[in-house]
């Protein structure tokens, strides 16, 4: 068994009469420390991938299990935790505190990360030491990006 398993796994909308299978029958394996990526045409259901890995979604039929762990048949409790400790997302929008800076942007994975990495650390892995004490709107999108991945990490 990999890393992350997605075994036959489904996920289904529906609104009103319609059903919209975003995710049909979705099955791979995952080793730990591999590069992955995940591509499709707009529509595909990356994202609905993404959600579900991410435990923000789950899945209409199938298994999900990382680590060891189904996280498919967990509760909202184990679900949290898992999302704080196990998972980091960059999502496609920053959401960056806007009266924050970039320093205290990445320390706020601190207040729920249970064993978290240095902040500063992080900024400087990802080129930012000099922008510290920022704010977002001080910085470019793609420094903005940066802070985001760092506070994953």
């Known amino acids: 068994m990999g890393f992350i398993t997605f075994e036959n ?3 289904e909308y529906h609104i009103g009469d319609n059903v919209i299978k975003a ?8 080793e730990q420390g591999t590069f992955n990526v995940i591509l ?10 993404l959600n579900l890995l991410g435990g923000m979604d789950s899945p209409t039929a199938g298994r999900i299990v990382v680590n060891g762990k189904e996280i498919s048949s967990m ?14 997302f960059v999502f496609q929008f920053y959401n960056l505190v806007p009266n924050l800076t970039a ?3 990445v320390q706020l994975a601190e207040e729920i990360c249970p064993d978290p990495l240095d902040a500063r650390e992080m900024l400087q892995r990802v080129g930012l030491e000099k922008r510290l004490d920022n704010f ?5 999108g ?9 506070r994953a990490l």
């Open 9 to 11: 796994v489904d996920r």
């Open 23 to 30: 995710v049909d029958g979705i099955n791979f394996k995952l």
């Open 40 to 49: 499709g045409q707009s529509g595909a259901g990356k994202t609905t991938l």
């Open 75 to 88: 509760s909202e409790h184990e679900l949290t935790d898992y999302r704080r400790t196990q998972i980091g």
């Open 103 to 105: 320093l205290e942007n």
């Open 136 to 140: 977002p709107s001080q910085m470019s």
């Open 142 to 150: 793609g420094e903005q990006q940066r802070v985001s991945i760092a």
